[in-house]
């Protein structure tokens, strides 16, 4: 489930010592909405034993309202599940999005302090121009989409489903930024938000994508050089918790995953390895991906304990490091 967490800082231009005031009560005290209609305005009122301080209360007030409205957000999680070589989108709803207590909000303004006799304290009131505001915000908008849509379009390009997956991958990390920004944007100024709404379906589709294009990545495994199949059985393991279909012999295979393992043995009265490996991975077309690891010195009185210490070491690294690996690089052939 998608929880998203809003960065925001109150921008606020005014000078503590040599702010404006009011004698007369302004009508925004008490219709606001009449003064800073919904459709053109998001305002607040803030109050204070000084001007400064109803502002900064009116700022607060504005910032918690950011913080309610988005919290009362609806986000959805969509995620695809695999049965019978189907796929199938299960898709849930939630209204547990949170946001962070400071948030940027753009063409920040304020009116001019009141001082109310009566109850010897001051009024202002915080306002947001919604279209000067959208304004400065939707450049950031535009240029998410550029990003993820960079990728996403790759995606839909390269005939090699391997390749879309990856594609794919690169462009799902990039659309939590855009998610963030178009839920903002979605209360900056919702009638200019509604443009990209389709955008939200295409980011939809993303895990039902991504599992197909594993389901269609049938992957054959051959190492060279392997100790009581440790490295294959853990490259297989890697890939089947991902998602991705092994296959039993190279005829059935889309891929072959090809490794290759050097000992790099030490002579000394102890047996001593320093252990790497190249893995590629190859379509009929060429290489797709390529990832290559050292381990530092493994040592053993016995020769067998240490190159299947020095085997169980590769294992451990692969573990760490190679579906990480595998997940962020993109070959440029």
Do not use: H
């Not at 489903?161 to 839920?183: G, M, R, T």
């Not at 709404?197 to 060279?224: G, H, N, W, Y």
Request: aromatic share 14%.
């Amino acid at each position: 489930m998608l929880k998203f967490t809003f960065p925001v800082i109150l921008t606020m231009s005014f000078f503590m010592s040599c702010a404006s005031v009011t004698t007369k009560e302004p009508d925004w005290m008490t219709n606001t909405k009449s003064v800073y209609p919904d459709a053109f305005y998001l305002a607040q009122k803030g109050s204070g034993s000084t001007v400064d301080m109803a502002k900064t209360d009116a700022a607060a007030a504005l910032s918690r309202y950011f913080n309610v409205t988005v919290q009362s957000t609806l986000s959805t999680s969509i995620q695809s599940k695999q049965t019978n070589n189907l796929v199938e989108d299960n898709i849930s709803v939630s209204n547990n999005t949170t946001m962070d207590t400071f948030t940027r909000l753009f063409a920040l303004e304020y009116t001019d302090g009141y001082y109310n006799k009566a109850e010897k304290k001051w009024y202002c009131l915080a306002f947001i121009d919604r279209k000067m505001a959208w304004a400065q915000f939707e450049p950031q908008i535009i240029e998410q989409r550029t990003t993820f849509y960079d990728y996403y379009y790759k995606a839909r390009e390269t005939p090699e489903p391997l390749l879309k997956y990856i594609y794919d991958n690169y462009a799902a990390a990039q659309s939590f930024a855009l998610l963030k920004s178009l839920n903002f944007g979605d209360i900056l100024f919702p009638e200019q938000i509604k443009k990209y709404s389709d955008d939200l379906l295409v980011i939809a589709s993303l895990p039902r994508l991504q599992t197909e294009e594993k389901l269609s990545s049938i992957i054959f495994i051959t190492v060279k050089q392997d100790y009581n199949n440790i490295i294959e059985s853990k490259i297989s393991e890697l890939f089947s918790k991902n998602g991705f279909l092994i296959g039993g012999n190279l005829a059935s295979a889309k891929y072959t995953i090809l490794v290759e393992i050097e000992p790099n043995d030490e002579k000394s009265e102890v047996f001593s390895y320093f252990p790497g490996i190249t893995l590629t991975i190859q379509s009929k077309s060429g290489v797709l991906f390529s990832y290559n690891t050292t381990i530092t010195k493994v040592s053993a009185n016995n020769q067998s304990v240490a190159i299947k210490r020095a085997y169980q070491a590769l294992a451990k690294e692969l573990d760490n490091s190679f579906m990480k690996s595998f997940n962020v690089q993109l070959d440029d052939n």
